[in-house]
Structures are given as C-alpha cells and as structure tokens.
C-alpha cells in the first residue's frame, strides 16, 4: 500500500477538478487515476468525492482528508529535505529582500562573512525601499524596518535602531540655532514616504517629560539617503534610523541635533513565508543576521 502516492494522486485530483487533468498532471493514464481513487475509498471505507458530468466535487470527507493528508506530505518532504541538507551541508540558495539604505550601509560585511563561512550557499539580494510580496516573488526571507502590517508571516527581531535627527549648518543659519526640540516645530522638514505620520517627532527628554514636533513638509521621499542628502543641501530637518544618520554626522555635512534626546526607535526584523519546513540555510542565515547586527555599534 503505497499510502503517500494515493495522498499525492487525491490531491492531483482535488487541484485539477477531473480524472483525466489529474492523469495528465501526474503523467499517468486516466485508468490508472480512477483505479487509485476508487482503492482509497474503499480503504478508508467512505466516499471522498462526488462524480458529475463535469467534474469532481470533494464531499466533507475528501475535505478533510485532503487538508490532513497535505499535511502529512508536507512533513514527509521536509523530512527528505532535512535529511538531504544533513549530508549535503549547509548549501542551496536564498533569495533575501531588504531595505536599500540599509542594505547598501550594514549588509556588506555581515553577508560577506556569512558566504565566506557557507561558500556553497548562493544568494540573490534585492535592495528596495518597497515591502515585496515574499510569497508571490518567492523570497525566503525579507529585513524590515519598523512597524509590521497585520499578515501569515512569520517574524522574529534582530536589533533596536535608534532615530537621530539632524540638519546642516547652512539650514541653521538661515532658520536660527535651535535651543530646545521645541524650537523644530514648524520648520521645514525631508519626511521619508513609508513612514506614518513622518512629518511628527516624538521625544523624551532626560527628565522623563515627552514632547511632540510637527515639520512642515518640504520634500517626501521613499528612500533615505536621498532625504539625507537634501537635509546635508540645507533643505530641511532630517530625521532617519541611526545607520543612515550616523555617517553624515561623522562628515559633519549634518549637525547632530539635541543627541540627549530620545527620539525614539525602530525595530529591524526578519520575515518569511509560513511554512512546514524552513531550509537550515535560511534559518542560520537568519541566526547570523542577528548575530552579526545585534552586536553591531552601528545598530
């Protein structure tokens, strides 16, 4: 009793809608498919499916069994798959999706180290500001900042990423030396376009008391450095993730602005897709990553 190729043949027939798509989807004659069909019912001593002129119609049973039997499958391949990366070690791609700004500042050296430990691991990258669909574009993993929309992924947290705010000297010049947070309110502002509410500031100050700050919009971007870069123009407040902040401090092309303030944060995290198996590839890729960023200065 071949249990797994009746389960393979009852879903065929379940996706497909009649006997012979399900034939020709498993490369078998249409005989063969009824004959295992009508095997399995009796086996199982009730009726999966319900015959018409046009096509297969599932009774609750043939639900069930079919829900329960995925399932089954399911642990069965991941079963081969864990067992095939056993032997094989740690190898295979991963397709891995993040954020420009910060792939293209902390990626760099915690990917390099990761193939240089894995060199039979393949990787395909893809840098963008917008979140992509990791099921449709079969990603395996996906880094995202901040606040995570209600969905079936899976998440876990790498690190905190503190917010700075800046402006140039010019830009101060112009609009006068700030001397509390207060004194932001109003001002033009370069707000990130993925962001809620990007044109408020929220702190807290060393005291405890909290304060809020509204920029007027000057210019709206989906990608960071291009809003940095205008703020180092003198064309507005900035305020971004500590990685895209930091190195236009160390330049001094922005000045840092009341850096005793909390500004607040935002939280780097890994997505993925449901699933019963996770390849050991894409779950120490994701240990890495944590690894790598947590201990990181720079996050």
Avoid at 7 to 33: C, D, K, N, W, Y
Avoid at 61 to 77: F, H, N, P, Q, V
Avoid at 172 to 194: C, I, M, R, T
Avoid at 279 to 298: D, G, H, Q
Wanted: proline share 6%.
């Amino acid at each position: 009793m071949d249990a797994a190729r009746d389960m393979a043949t009852f879903q065929a027939l379940a996706r497909t809608g009649t006997i012979s798509a399900a034939a020709h989807e498993l490369g078998v004659a249409p005989s063969a498919v009824s004959r295992r069909l009508k095997a399995l019912e009796a086996r199982l001593g009730t009726e999966l499916v319900r015959r018409s002129t046009r096509a297969l119609v599932l009774t609750p049973a043939g639900e069930a069994y079919l829900e329960r039997s995925k399932k089954l499958l399911s642990s069965i391949d991941a079963l081969e798959e864990e067992m095939r990366e056993e032997s094989l070690g740690i190898a295979g791609p991963i397709k891995l999706a993040a954020p420009l700004s910060f792939g293209l500042g902390e990626l760099p050296g915690p990917i390099e180290r990761f193939l240089t430990e894995h060199p039979a691991v393949t990787l395909e990258l893809d840098l963008r500001d917008d979140q992509v669909d990791l099921v449709r574009e079969g990603f395996d993993l996906a880094l995202r900042i901040g606040e995570l929309p209600a969905s079936s992924l899976i998440a876990k947290r790498i690190c905190s990423i503190p917010i700075q705010v800046g402006a140039s000297e010019s830009f101060l010049k112009q609009h006068g030396e700030p001397k509390s947070p207060a004194d932001l309110d109003g001002l033009p502002g370069l707000v990130y376009a993925n962001a809620q509410r990007g044109d408020v500031l929220r702190y807290t100050g060393e005291d405890g008391e909290e304060g809020r700050v509204q920029l007027t919009r000057r210019v709206v971007a989906n990608n960071g450095d291009m809003l940095a870069s205008l703020a180092a123009g003198g064309h507005g407040i900035y305020h971004a993730p500590d990685f895209i902040m930091r190195r236009y401090f160390e330049d001094r092309s922005l000045v840092h602005l009341f850096p005793e303030q909390d500004w607040g944060e935002v939280t780097l995290q890994a997505v993925w897709p449901p699933t019963h198996h996770q390849p050991i590839r894409v779950r120490t890729l994701i240990n890495f990553l944590a690894m790598e960023l947590t201990r990181s200065p720079k996050a």
